[in-house]
Structures are given as C-alpha cells and as structure tokens.
C-alpha cells in the first residue's frame, strides 16, 4: 500500500509541476501580446500627438486648403476618441496622405525644414506601427500556439488562458489618446 501512495504522491506531483509550468509559460506569452498591443497604442498616441504640429506647418503655407484640413482635424479626432472602430484609423491615414500631397503643390511648404522634419517623424512612425503590429501577431501566433498544444490544451481553458485574437489589434487601433488637442482654423 505504501508503493500504491508513493507512487500516486509522485504522479500528482509530477502533474503539479507540469501544470505550474503550462501556467508560468502561457502568463509570459500573455504579456507577450498584452506588451504588443501597448506597443501599438503608442504609436497611435504619438501620430495622433504629431498631426497637429503638421497641420499647423501646412495652415500657415496652404491657407486655401481648409477642407482637407478640416478632414485631417475631423478624422484625428475620431481616431482618437477612443470610442469608434478601427475604420477611424483607416480614415485617418487617407486624411493624412492627402495632407502630405499637398506638399507637391506647393514647393514652398515641400520646402520648409518643419515641414520635411515632420513628415519624416510621421513616416518613421508609420513604420514603427507597422512593425509593433507584426510583432503583435507573431506574440498572439505564439501564445495562441503554446496554448493549443499538448498537453497545455488539457489545462489553458480551466486555468482562464482564453484564445487570443489577432483581430484584437483592430480594438487597439481606436487610439486612447488622453485628449484630442484643439485646434481653430
């Protein structure tokens, strides 16, 4: 009898160590995608923070341009609010690409060193999003791979490890920016 508990001591023992590292191993990858989507908010905080430097760069060479204006305003703010979809930043991207054509007509503005600082701010923080959410989808591949496998598929669901969803960058792309700075044209 006393093999028969030792033995089954040993197997539950065996499965607690087991468990507790299935737990330890998915609370990293966890924060794994937690830190990927962080990542991402702050790029949007940052190019939402950059819009209106660039606006106010262009107002003063492009005063006539006041409807696309506007537009780049309009839609930073509802990126910005927080409280819409993703769709926002899509808006916003049209918004600030037609923004940025208009330094093609007028080479003054193409010209002006705030102008040409700024847009390669902007555009380096385009390339940062981009990045941050490739690394949010590869944190979210591997967590959601450790999660499915065996024999941490037998544990994830009970131990509260839910699917993460690479969608869920849609979510993170409403932009929680603490406030939207006014700016009057």
Known sequence: MDLVLGIA???VALVL????GIYN?????RQG???????????LRQRHDLIPNLVETVKGYAAHEGETLQAVIAARNAAASGSLSSG????????LDRL??????????????????????????EDKLAAARRALNAAVARFNA??????AVLFAGALGFAEADFHRLDASEQG??????????
């Open 9 to 11: 001591l040993a197997v």
């Open 17 to 20: 160590v087991v468990v507790i």
């Open 25 to 29: 191993r998915l609370v990293g990858l």
């Open 33 to 43: 995608v937690r830190q990927g989507v962080a990542d991402i908010d702050a790029q």
């Open 88 to 95: 926002d930043e899509q808006q916003l991207r049209g918004a």
């Open 100 to 125: 940025l054509a208009l330094g093609e007509a007028y080479p003054e503005l193409k010209a002006s060193a705030n102008f040409q600082s700024l847009q390669g701010e902007l555009a380096d923080v």
């Open 146 to 151: 450790a999660r499915e496998s065996f024999p």
């Open 176 to 185: 929680t920016v603490d406030q939207a700075p006014k700016i009057a044209f």
